[in-house]
């Protein structure tokens, strides 16, 4: 069965969604307005143009790439101001979905049988994403945007498990940011909340321009923080500096360029922006223990050889 559905252009204006089950739908409009979008928990995409949502009286500008996670049951919906269709890629989801995998991921101690709507504490925190981000929810997003924007839309498939999947990320990511929250040293959860999702705003710039080396002076102005605020619950939030993350985003990705085998050490260094291959290979071995070139090794025996 697919959960994917296409809603049809010449549906501008304004207009209520009804949505009675779990499903992704794809909205190409202009000019439009869109209410009752808030009824399930929501992630909202905008594949190309810009929209703006609000929830709850407030509002969330996203621009091309950037997508919003909401809590269910809210009033809201989405405004298309712009005379250009705007494609925005919606995905709802019961709630029952997503306690129940609240129930099985994220919490140390629960009761097998209790019913899942019996875990009412369970709520995202609500925050805009870059589709560059390091998320597992990104990188499931991502093929689908690319589809779309070559005009295959058509050719998506959504089944229940794709949505399993979805929601066990979804799930796995808002534990991951509510053990960040609960390590920032301050006493109002109003403010940890509010520092949190500055921190994310820095993370996903990290995530976009780390090939360019961004200095943390210009990822915190990007972030509404001073330097040293955001070096320090950086630090505490995610366990690593920034300097680090970005370090390790280096890493990972000549890391993935090793299964091309066309490409040497160097050229694979140099295209992650590492000096030389010493100060690659010395980075590469503090992070996983061993040399690049071992790496390179495993990699070549696994490879198919043409014949």
């Known amino acids: 069965m697919n959960l994917f559905e296409i809603l049809n252009k010449g549906e501008c204006g304004t207009f209520n969604l009804r949505i009675d089950k779990s499903c992704a739908v794809l909205c190409t409009l202009a000019e439009a307005q869109i209410n009752n979008a808030f009824k399930y928990s929501t992630l909202k995409l905008v594949v190309n143009g810009n929209a703006v949502y609000n929830v709850n009286r407030k509002l969330y500008k996203l ?89 295959r839309e058509s050719d998506i498939v959504l089944d229940e498990e794709w949505l399993l999947k979805l929601t066990e990320a979804i799930v796995l990511n808002e534990k991951n940011i509510s053990l960040s929250v609960n390590r920032l040293n301050t006493a109002k959860l109003s403010t940890r909340n509010e520092i949190m999702k500055r921190l994310l705003i820095g993370k996903d ?91 390179r090794e495993f990699y070549d025996k696994e490879m198919p050889v043409a014949v």
């Not at 001073?226 to 890391?255: C, H, M, V």
């Not at 090793?258 to 291959?277: E, Q, R």
């Open 205 to 295: 710039y990290m995530d976009t321009f780390f090939m360019t080396d961004p200095k943390i002076a210009d990822i915190a102005r990007f972030a509404f923080m001073s330097e040293f605020f955001f070096y320090r619950n950086f630090k505490l939030a995610f366990k690593t500096t920034p300097y680090q993350y970005i370090l390790d985003k280096k890493i990972g990705l000549a890391k993935e360029l090793m299964f091309n085998n066309k490409m040497t050490l160097s050229d694979i260094a140099a295209s992650c922006g590492f000096p030389d291959i010493y100060t690659f290979s010395k980075a590469f071995k503090r992070k996983y223990g061993f040399a690049p070139s071992k790496t």
């Open 63 to 151: 621009a091309q790439n950037e997508y919003l996670l909401s809590n269910g049951g809210q009033e809201g919906g989405g405004i298309i101001d712009s005379k250009k269709e705007v494609s925005q890629f919606c995905i709802h989801i019961k709630p029952s979905f997503l306690a129940g995998a609240y129930q099985a991921l994220a919490r140390d101690n629960f009761d097998i049988d209790k019913p899942v709507d019996e875990y009412p504490d369970f709520r995202l925190f609500e925050n805009t994403y870059h589709l560059n981000s390091s998320t597992t929810v990104s990188r499931q997003l991502r093929p689908l945007a690319a589809m779309i924007n070559e005009g």
